[in-house]
């Protein structure tokens, strides 16, 4: 049996009991968001190529300190932060839909960088 976490060490971020199974929650979440998505939504590729390289490291392995190592980004609790706020963004461009041609011309200089002074 591995080592029960106490702590985060982390202010205000508890130890979640079963991080395992809530990563595995979020990232089919995830992965079902984008596929409401066109295949050549640039935010659809490459999400969905972290989460499923994350998602394949959860089914590699059930210990939470391997996860977090080989993930390589943070503890657990803040991987689950990171998939509830991917989430969420995922959410709100299948809304805001990135990926249809803009409604009106850009006014000229509008992307252009460093922006020029008028």
Not at 7 to 32: C, E, F, Q, S
Request: aromatic share 6%; glycine share 6%.
């Amino acid at each position: 049996m591995g080592l029960i976490k106490k702590t985060t060490g982390l202010m205000g971020l508890a130890v979640n009991p079963n991080p395992h199974h809530t990563l595995g929650a979020l990232y089919g979440k995830i992965i079902r968001t984008l596929q409401k998505m066109p295949e050549e939504s640039v935010y659809r590729k490459y999400t969905e190529q972290i989460v499923r390289e994350r998602a394949a490291v959860l089914q590699q392995t059930k210990d939470s300190f391997e996860i977090e190592q080989k993930i390589n980004c943070g503890q657990a609790e803040e991987l689950i932060i990171q998939a509830e706020n991917e989430l969420n963004l995922a959410r709100k461009m299948l809304n805001w839909k990135p990926w249809e041609p803009l409604v009106a011309k850009p006014p000229k200089g509008q992307w252009d960088w460093p922006p020029s002074k008028a």
